[in-house]
């Protein structure tokens, strides 16, 4: 990952004094926002290290072609192509490539005869595309409909002089191989069919121009592209464990075991060899084969000639590797040619597990990738931890929030102990100038301190690979980096939990973070405890639990440790706590489960009796319908810290119309195919303590994509409808009435009235991927609706345009109550893109959280790139324009206090005179 | 100064000390008779001075047709000038109030509390009558909506967790 430093240090001054707009100012661009762009878990890479353009160009899981900047890791260009399944890149061939299989040269300019780069994606159709490496062009494009797309998706292409060959398998029968010329598609005219009734998905893979497949202890190969089509047998020393790989670069080697064999008579290679990665290239004019293998956090690279298996002394090496990389495999690698051929221009790139890109040369990483951010699946801010000075002062508060009357009574010793307190202030800065105070600690040193308006924060981002990241708001910087091997996130599509344990408010209490996952091996849960303000494992770090998780929450906090227990219900519905000592408040807990294929919804109730805990199913709820086909697509609760500040609304008479807030409802989406409607679309609000359906509404003709989000007492999601094939979001708003049934406690389990549904839909000029709420620290702030669209921008929209009550006659009652007249389409001006050109490729996921301000909201979106930044949906009430004059003030000020003193001066003296004449 | 009075002494000095007795002479053009309808007069005064009183009395009550029709004059709208007459409206009339006493020690007589009471009850419906226009153009929280920021929210006694199945 590169670290983009946009505004430290001094420019951090200038930040707080930020007055935002509704859109940016040329000159704010890149101020408080920043872009960090990826591709993905690489998959296949070609180092080229020429002395007249050294490049790496490579092919990602994600589906983007990319070069990279030999020198840094920064991409050079980057091209991001369809989505998957019509997106995977199957294949990706540089010609020039030190590579037997390739003979042409690089394309004449202005002829299509040859190509620079080749990639070919999807299998109906299959793209192939002749790219122009430098700069990220694509120069020409033909496509190939196959027959049969189902068993297309098998297909696998490889290439050899100049033609390309698409070869189809049927598992236990056949292959057909079909051949085109590369650049210009035309088939040679050569389709085969090649019979062979052992090829099976699992045993069989393409290696070069050799089909291998296992069976029991000898490899069956057939080279597809010569013409007779011989099928080849080769004894294995022992039945091998795991998939077979292929070696790239070498015609017809595959790795079994960790070792090398070949089932090409034409090459030889070195049979001895274990290791756990390989990869061919040549150093010296010479054919080399380097396998290179983790031990103890120590990667050893080592090298062979392929002619003499003698060992290339020149390169091998051993590079201290760190733990958060994960194991790593050699990918490519190319050495420069020099006169001396000391083996130093050798870069070696290797993926690793924790889908970092890392390139090794001369024994040291030289630059590293962390592409594990392009799959982000959850996000925090956490508070940065308090100067030591403040944490002091902090306490004293803490003591007047928690216990009135006793601070009340102890006047005398507060007092005391706020002098004191300022006097070591004094003191700490005395000997902070003269430098003879403490050290300051890692943290500070770093620059993570808290400000005095809560904009920095510690963005904590898990990934999909298992690592998790801690990286700074304002600058982008990594800080520290963890990765849990042998985590995978949940069943059901249900990705792995970040949750705050203990916030940094408990200062000297450090903060506390917690990730839920499942073991890779066994399904059982598993719980990792860690600092996320360092990023070391507290607690005990891992936690290997017994049982599987079927769901979780969080408790309150515990009176002694500030701890927010986690509760886990696990797959026979016994409920556990961590940590232990948080028990007892798990009593009275209501818990839920949804199933999404059965549409089921389950409630329990969390009992705590004789020391121990004991759930009872309370309800039960099928969504399925009566045939139940009903799936659940969607389910949005209400973010846990929202607060809502105003408890109603003020209609056109100045009269209250009360919000509906229940906190304990929960929006539940399902979709089925349907006979005369092709497919509907439920919603259902339930309140899931009490298991009561609030409010279902049906649409008909309309399917996923959906997204919904949940806040207050409105809702808002958006669909596809096919009738008219447009995207629209439906608002939905609850209201009590014109009174409030019960002011002071809600209780979902006394009947509360059932409210009154606002409902309306609006057409909005997109495809939408996410829709989320702008959440502050009171809840006093409008709220606005980001809206992800597909197209990677991020659109600002407030509430009133989406507010169900808009009126569809213009009245006056409508007018004073502030609501603009109906419009179906929802306008997108290009001011309320909050990312402006910086677009977020495939953009997946916004998160937000509270700053310190309340008219702030931090902002970050997830996809293959990352986008972070602050909204301010009411604009910045609570802070000073950027752009204040404080000089002019200060003169103003100055020059009106001075004349008023000379003026009052000169007015007595005055008077003294008149009474004098 | 008093070398010039000495001088003047020859032309418009008037010697008491020639006469014998001790009392003064009555000033120039004083009439003892004149004395005659003197209790007279005093009651004709203090009629005038009740009437006057009267009069200050009833000011704030003479005022209100005045302010109705400023008041219908000044619109409902919330601008600068309506505002600030409302303003004065109001506040003219507490003022005065406050100062009844001051304004009442003038006009001590035999119905001083009579008019005063009659004063205080002026200047109450003038103030009333400011309050109602400013209830009319909106300015008084009378409505619920006025309180609504005060409203505290709901405590929740149900908790709950949980979500889609991890199994």
Redesign the interface.
């Known amino acids: 990952m590169l670290e983009k430093k946009f505004g430290a240090g001094p420019w951090f001054a200038v930040l707080l004094m930020v007055g935002a707009c509704s859109a940016l100012y040329e000159d704010q661009i890149k101020k408080f926002d920043w872009r960090a762009e990826n591709v993905g878990k690489l998959q296949q890479s070609v180092v080229d290290l020429n002395h007249f353009q050294p490049r790496i160009l490579l092919s990602t899981e994600e589906g983007v072609v990319a070069s990279v900047n030999v020198k840094t890791g920064e991409l050079v260009w980057r091209q991001v192509l369809e989505q998957k399944p019509r997106g995977a890149i199957k294949l990706l061939q540089v010609s020039g490539f030190s590579d037997e299989s390739s003979d042409t040269a690089a394309a004449p300019i202005g002829s299509n005869l040859g190509f620079d780069m080749l990639t070919v994606q999807g299998h109906a159709p299959a793209l192939v595309r002749g790219w122009n490496s430098n700069l990220g062009a694509i120069e020409w494009e033909w496509s190939t409909m196959p027959l049969n797309t189902e068993r297309a998706q098998e297909a696998l292409w490889f290439y050899s002089h100049s033609v390309l060959y698409h070869v189809v398998p049927t598992w236990r029968s056949h292959l057909e191989v079909t051949a085109y010329f590369a650049s210009s598609g035309h088939s040679t005219g050569s389709s085969s069919k090649v019979i062979a009734s052992w090829i099976t998905a699992e045993s069989c893979l393409l290696s070069g121009s050799y089909y291998v497949c296992v069976d029991g202890k000898q490899l069956i190969s057939i080279d597809l592209a010569s013409k007779s089509g011989q099928v080849i047998r080769t004894a294995l020393e022992s039945q091998p464990f795991g998939k077979l790989t292929a070696l790239a670069g070498l015609n017809g080697v595959v790795i079994a075991n960790g070792k090398l064999i070949s089932v090409n008579k034409d090459q030889s290679v070195c049979n001895s060899l274990q290791s756990s990665s390989y990869a061919v290239g040549s150093f010296n004019y010479r054919k080399i084969v380097v396998y290179a293998d983790l031990a103890s956090n120590n990667l050893k690279i080592n090298a062979m000639y392929l002619d003499n298996c003698s060992p290339v002394v020149e390169l091998e090496q051993n590079v201290p590797f760190p733990e958060h990389f994960g194991t790593p495999q050699l990918n490519s690698f190319d050495c420069m040619h020099r006169k001396n051929g000391d083996g130093k221009g050798c870069l070696f790139l290797f993926s690793t597990s924790a889908e970092s890109i890392v390139a090794v040369q001369q024994g040291r990483i030289r630059w590293s990738r962390e592409e594990s951010l392009a799959n982000v699946i959850d996000s925090l801010f956490v508070d940065l931890p308090l100067a030591d000075s403040e944490g002091t002062l902090e306490s004293e508060m803490k003591g007047k929030a928690g216990d009135f009357t006793s601070f009340d009574r102890d006047i005398a010793s507060a007092f005391l102990r706020r002098i004191t307190t300022q006097a070591v202030q004094i003191r700490s800065l005395f000997l902070h100038v003269i430098g003879l105070g403490p050290p300051p600690t890692a943290t500070q040193r770093a620059g993570l301190v808290r400000d005095s308006f809560g904009l920095h924060k510690m963005l904590v981002l898990l990934t999909q690979a298992g690592k998790i990241f801690g990286v700074d708001n304002i600058s982008g910087k990594h800080h520290w980096q963890l990765y849990l091997p042998n985590v995978n996130g949940f069943d059901n599509a249900e990705n792995m939990r970040l949750i705050v344990q203990r916030s940094a408010k408990h200062f000297p209490l450090q903060p506390l973070c917690t990730i839920l996952a499942k073991d890779a091996d066994n399904g059982y849960g598993v719980l990792y405890r860690f600092n996320p303000i360092t990023g070391l494992a507290s607690e005990g770090g891992l936690l290997h639990l017994d049982y599987k998780i079927k769901q979780l929450s969080l408790l309150k906090e515990t009176e002694k440790d500030f701890v927010r227990g986690v509760l886990l219900l696990d797959a026979s519905n016994e409920v556990h706590v961590y940590p232990p000592h948080a028990t007892p408040l798990a009593d009275g807990l209501y818990l839920y489960t949804a199933d999404v294929k059965t549409a089921e919804l389950s409630g329990y109730f969390v009992k705590y009796a004789g020391g121990k805990l004991s759930s009872t199913q309370i309800w039960n709820a099928r969504l399925g319908g009566h045939n139940s086909e009903q799936q659940i697509i969607g389910v949005a609760a209400k973010n846990p810290i929202e607060h809502v500040h105003s408890q109603g609304r003020v209609l056109g008479d100045r009269s209250v119309l009360y919000k509906y807030i229940n906190p304990n409802l929960v929006a539940f989406v399902t979709q089925a195919p349907d006979a005369t409607h092709k497919s509907l679309l439920n919603l259902y609000l339930v309140d899931v303590v009490s298991g009561s359906v609030i409010f279902t509404m049906t649409h008909r003709k309309v399917r996923a994509p959906l997204s919904i989000v949940h806040s207050e007492n409105w809702l808002a999601y958006s669909y596809f409808n096919e009738k008219v094939r447009r995207t629209e979001i439906t608002t939905i708003e609850l209201y009590e009435g014109k009174t409030q049934a019960n002011s002071s406690v809600w209780s979902s389990l006394q009947a509360p009235p059932m409210p009154l549904v606002e409902r309306q839909s609006y057409i909005i000029p997109t495809l939408v991927e996410v829709l989320r709420e702008t959440i502050t620290e009171r809840g006093i702030t409008n709220k606005h609706v980001l809206i992800g669209t597909a197209s990677g921008s991020i659109v600002e929209m407030p509430w009133h345009l989406l507010d169900p009550r808009r009126p569809i006659a213009s009245t006056t009652q409508g007018r004073e109550e502030g609501a603009i007249p109906y419009i179906p389409e929802l306008p997108l001006p290009t001011e309320s893109h909050i990312n402006y050109n910086q677009t977020v490729a495939r953009l997946r996921n916004i998160y937000t959280a509270p700053s310190g301000l309340e008219s702030t909201c931090l902002v970050v979106a997830t996809g293959l790139d990352l986008f972070v930044t602050r909204v301010a949906p009411s604009k910045t009430f609570d802070l000073l324009k950027e752009d204040f004059d404080y000089i002019l003030i200060s003169i103003v000020l100055v020059a009106l206090t001075s004349g008023s003193l000379i003026v009052k001066h000169l007015a007595s003296r005055k008077l003294l005179k008149q009474a004098w004449k | 100064m008093s070398t010039k009075q000495s001088s003047k002494k020859f032309k418009w000095a008037l010697d008491f000390n020639t006469s014998k007795n001790g009392d003064m002479t009555s000033p120039l053009g004083y009439n003892p008779a004149a004395l005659v309808n003197q209790t007279d007069a005093a009651g004709r005064d203090q009629r005038l001075v009740i009437k006057k009183s009267w009069d200050l009395a009833l000011g704030p009550l003479k005022n209100i047709p005045m302010n109705l029709f400023i008041m219908y004059m000044s619109g409902n709208s919330i601008s600068i000038f309506p505002i600030m007459m409302v303003g004065m409206m109001l506040i003219r009339p507490i003022k005065a109030m406050f100062t009844t006493q001051v304004t009442s020690k003038m006009a001590e007589g035999a119905q001083g509390t009579g008019q005063r009471i009659v004063y205080f009850l002026g200047n109450l419906a003038n103030v009333a009558l400011a309050l109602y226009k400013c209830h009319s153009m ?1 300015l008084l929280p009378t ?4 309180w ?2 005060f ?17």
Do not use: N
Request: aromatic fraction near 8%.
């Open positions: 909106g409505h619920a909506s006025d609504l920021a409203v505290e929210p709901q405590t929740r006694l149900e908790h709950y967790g949980g979500g889609v199945s991890f199994i």
